[in-house]
């Protein structure tokens, strides 16, 4: 496929020096991805534990810590993936979030993915930012350096998809994460309502497959904004229902001009044991829109939303608990 290419959902020191070097020089991956999730269970790892015992006994604290440890993890997947970059600057990224208590502060955002960049040191390092009001004026301002590469995460609506890949046009490179199995997760308790009225049939045809729809309409609404530079990023493609293929996302949405990340068993299973494609999909707009998951027709402010827009904000909460529960391990 034509300007598609895999990344890697997961980081962790000892990781890097094995089993991410084996899939890189096997041709199996082109970058990587973090999240504060993916470091809270990282840094549970042996590998860190000495270190982390010795940085306990300074006066350095907990956030300043996570960032001595992240930063030399981060700095050494873009050395290992440097000579990618080099040979196809749309490859070899290794993305870190700036702290996601400051999604809504543009000033602090800014300030704190600057300063992270500039201690990583590296070209091919991208700040992700997630994808708040707040935040696409962040990635507007970091995109104005010009030398920064950035990732919008947190992305569920093709509006917001839009929206962020024209915040990140004038970036060096640029991805719009857009989140796929949680709407899932979402549509599939919406589907299974007995309220809803749909056949058991209708059920049956449209379980999983409204995240690959939504992906799809965003993919376009990414297309659509012209920036050669800006990739369609599918996250979240690890699969929550155990009937599904490890593999079942990346098969769906394996798309020119596009980048997917995915945990290490989907990454597995799509290159051992690759499934077939999923079937076309058919109405699924409509049922969308039936079952109250059209963006345009979810209300922000009245509590519980249903729309795909509302799953930023649990989506955020999830990162800034790991991001607490990492802290306080630190402390």
Known sequence: MKDFYLWCDFIERDFLEEGFQTLLKKGQIAGATS???????????????????????????????????????????????????????????????????????VGASVAEARA???????????????????????????????????????????????????ALKKAPMGVVSIFVSRLDTLANRLLQDKNNRLSQSTQATLLNQFGIANALECY?????????????LFASVGT??????????????KLEHSITT???????????TPSAPTTSIKHIKETMQDLGLDLEKTRPNSGYNPGRHSLLLPGLKAFEDAFSKLLKALT
């Open 35 to 105: 999240n504060p999730a993916i470091f809270a269970k990282a840094l549970e790892s042996k590998a860190y534990q000495a270190q982390i015992a010795e940085l306990k006994n300074t006066k350095m604290g907990a956030k300043d810590i996570y960032e001595h440890l992240v930063i030399a993890d981060i700095k050494r997947c873009a050395q290992i993936l440097l000579p990618l970059w080099e040979k196809n600057k749309a490859t070899g990224y290794i993305s870190l979030e700036i702290d996601p208590f400051l999604a809504d502060n």
């Open 116 to 166: 992270l960049f500039g201690r990583i040191g590296m070209p091919n390092a991208m700040i992700k930012v997630p994808a708040t009001q707040a935040g696409l004026e962040t990635m507007e301002h970091l995109a104005k350096d010009k030398n920064i590469p950035l990732n919008a995460t947190l992305v569920f609506d093709p509006k917001r998809a839009g929206d962020c890949a024209l």
């Open 240 to 253: 929550k229902d155990p009937s599904l293929p490890k593999d079942y996302y990346l098969q769906a949405l």
């Open 220 to 232: 376009h609404s990414v297309q659509g904004v012209g920036a050669s530079r800006v990739y369609p």
């Open 262 to 272: 995915a945990p290490l068993e989907a990454l597995k299973a799509y290159h051992e």
